[in-house]
């Protein structure tokens, strides 16, 4: 099964957030954060989490990207459990609906793990009328590339 895990090219979520997400922690999309949320009145790094941030569960900070990567059954667990901890100790009026918003939000989250391993997504979330509206751009990992033979930063050899 696939699912979402950080990814962080550069240093800018720890600048663009209140909190940014520990690079290779799993993440859900998160739109779930802002239903109780006038979002209107979101100014600046609370306004770019809205407009651009996945959640990551674990610190519960955001992300700009994410990329596809295997998880565990055990792993998913994990998650579903994490978040709903976290829902629960921040406004869910029970535990059982924490769970079940954890639940349907990691769903969601796995339904669109379609692409293969390494495949990069960004978010952008839109306020249509007093709907949350959501999409994604993808983008696929060239063919052939072996993500565990690429060095980005290192010494040159000659």
Not at 68 to 83: F, G, H, N, S
Not at 94 to 100: G, K, Q, S
Not at 103 to 110: G, I, R
Not at 126 to 150: C, K, N, Q
Request: aromatic share 8%; hydrophobic share 40%; net charge negative.
């Amino acid at each position: 099964m696939n699912f979402l895990r950080v990814t962080r090219l550069d240093d800018s979520d720890t600048r663009v957030y209140e909190s940014a997400a520990h690079p290779g922690e799993w993440a859900v999309c998160g739109t779930s954060a802002f239903f109780a949320v006038d979002v209107g009145d979101l100014m600046g790094k609370a306004h770019q989490a809205f407009r651009h941030g996945f959640l990551g569960i674990g610190s519960f900070g955001w992300t700009t990207l994410v990329h596809v990567d295997e998880i565990t059954p055990v792993e998913y667990l994990r998650v579903i459990d994490k978040l709903a901890n976290y829902l629960a100790a921040h406004g869910a009026p029970t535990a059982e609906a924490a769970r079940a918003a954890a639940q349907e939000e990691v769903e969601y989250t796995a339904s669109l793990c379609t692409h293969p391993r390494h495949t990069l997504m960004a978010l952008e979330r839109t306020l249509e009328g007093e709907e949350i509206v959501e999409s994604f751009r993808v983008v696929p990992r060239p063919d052939g590339l072996d993500h565990g033979r690429v060095k980005l930063w290192g010494p040159a050899e000659d």
